[in-house]
């Protein structure tokens, strides 16, 4: 069980869309529509902003948004914002009941 | 409101046992909707996922770490906790417990995390 491969880090500026991909294999991202990501600010607790590859929980903008392609799952924020500064973490199930985290996404709004 | 709040010694000598307590308040662990899990950061790296266990005590673990993982709970006080043996400083990280959707497998309830030190 490998971690999901993500960007060290990304970067766009206010109102420009960005993508993070999180690459994994047949035995975890491909195989299971059960992605989900996460946001990290510094010192803070990981926040939920996507699960089952692209549903939304209750509260998270709509500016965000997933997708999923192959063994590649993707996490699209549109309209950035600076508030959207954050570390991102993928993670996929793998069968067997386990879990698998990506290795984590800086973004940067400049 | 559901919370969960970690709990344990935050230094360990190395060679020894790692021991940590999640507190679930505002819910109960024994629902049939969740399983609970624990997840460590180590300083400026990324999430690593060690192990998960459901309220009948099924446990499931990260398999780099298997053979030092312990996970169970005691549903009377509504806690979970975690082991790990023969701990190094490798194991020094923000260990935090979170709640996890059964069959669904995200986790949308989050402790605050504790930071566990692993010196002599």
């Known amino acids: 069980q490998s971690a999901l491969t993500q960007p060290a880090s990304v970067s766009g500026s206010p109102g420009q869309s960005i993508t993070i991909s999180c690459t994994g294999t047949?035995?975890?991202?491909?195989?299971?529509?059960?992605v989900s990501w996460y946001q990290q600010h510094p010192g803070k607790v990981p926040k939920l902003m996507i699960y089952?590859?692209?549903k939304r929980p209750s509260g998270v903008s709509n500016r965000f948004s997933g997708s999923k392609s192959g063994n590649t799952a993707s996490l699209t924020i549109s309209g950035l914002q600076a508030e959207d500064e954050a570390d991102y973490y993928c993670?996929?199930?793998?069968?067997?009941?386990?879990?698998?985290f990506g290795g984590g996404t800086k973004l940067t709004v400049l | 409101q559901l919370q969960l709040q970690e709990s344990g010694p935050g230094l360990v000598k190395p060679s020894e046992t790692l021991s940590l307590t999640c507190t679930v308040s505002?819910?109960?662990?024994?629902?049939?909707?969740?399983?609970w899990g624990w997840i460590r950061q180590p300083p400026g790296k990324g999430l690593e996922w060690i192990g998960s266990?459901?309220?009948?005590?099924?446990?499931y673990y990260n398999p780099s770490l298997k053979s030092r993982v312990t996970i169970s709970v005691d549903t009377s006080k509504n806690q979970f906790s975690l082991k790990l043996s023969s701990v190094t400083a490798a194991d020094t990280a923000v260990y935090s417990c979170?709640?996890?959707?059964?069959?669904?497998?995200?986790?949308?309830?989050w402790g605050k995390g504790t930071t566990v030190t692993v010196s002599s």
């Open positions: 266990i459901y309220y009948s005590g099924s446990t």
């Open positions: 505002g819910g109960s662990i024994s629902s049939s909707s969740y399983y």
């Open positions: 979170a709640r996890g959707w059964w069959g669904h497998y995200y986790m949308d309830v």
């Open positions: 089952e590859g692209s």
């Open positions: 993670c996929s199930y793998a069968g067997s009941s386990t879990l698998v």
């Open positions: 047949s035995s975890d991202v491909g195989s299971y529509n059960l």
